[in-house]
C-alpha cells in the first residue's frame, strides 16, 4: 500500500497558475500509474489527469488538456500536476491516487484508483 498526501491547493485568481504536490511514501511508488482526480461541491469525483509508472505516457480530460501538466519523479516519489490559465471551473478538492494494480496502463475510471489521499484544495476567483 502506497500512503499518498497532496499539497499546493490554495487561493488564485482566473487564469493564473497553481502547482499541486502528491508526496508517496513506500518503495513501491515508481510501480504505479498515478492520477489525479477532483470533486467540486456537489459533484462526484472526476478524472484530470495520469501518468504511467515509467512516465513515458500521460493522459488528460478535454476540459483540462493543454492548461495542466502531469509529471513524476520516481526517484523521489513526488506526483505533481502544474495548473496554468486556471479557471473558476477548476475550484474544486483534488486528490492523487495509485491506478491499482501495478504496472497497469492508464485508466479515467475512479474505481481503479486507490489510496486516496485527504486532497487539497484550489479555489479559482473569477
Known amino acids: 500500500q502506497v500512503q499518498l498526501v497532496e499539497s499546493g491547493g490554495g487561493l488564485v485568481q482566473a487564469g493564473g497558475s497553481r502547482r499541486l504536490s502528491c508526496a508517496a511514501s513506500?518503495?513501491?511508488?515508481?510501480?504505479?500509474?498515478m492520477g489525479w482526480f477532483r470533486q467540486a461541491p456537489g459533484k462526484e469525483r472526476e478524472f484530470v489527469a495520469a501518468?504511467?509508472?515509467?512516465?513515458?505516457?500521460?493522459f488528460y480530460s478535454t476540459s483540462v488538456m493543454g492548461r495542466f501538466t502531469i509529471s513524476r519523479d520516481n526517484t523521489k516519489n513526488i506526483l505533481q500536476l502544474q495548473m496554468d490559465r486556471l479557471e473558476p471551473e477548476d475550484t474544486a478538492v483534488y486528490y492523487c491516487?495509485?491506478?491499482?494494480?501495478?504496472?497497469?496502463?492508464?485508466?479515467?475510471?475512479?474505481?481503479?484508483?486507490?489510496?486516496w489521499g485527504q486532497g487539497t484544495q484550489v479555489t479559482v476567483s473569477s
Open positions: 501518468i504511467t509508472w515509467s512516465g513515458g505516457r500521460k
Open positions: 491516487g495509485t491506478r491499482k494494480p501495478p504496472y497497469s496502463d492508464i485508466s479515467t475510471l475512479l474505481r481503479d484508483y486507490g489510496d
Open positions: 513506500g518503495r513501491v511508488f515508481s510501480s504505479y500509474t
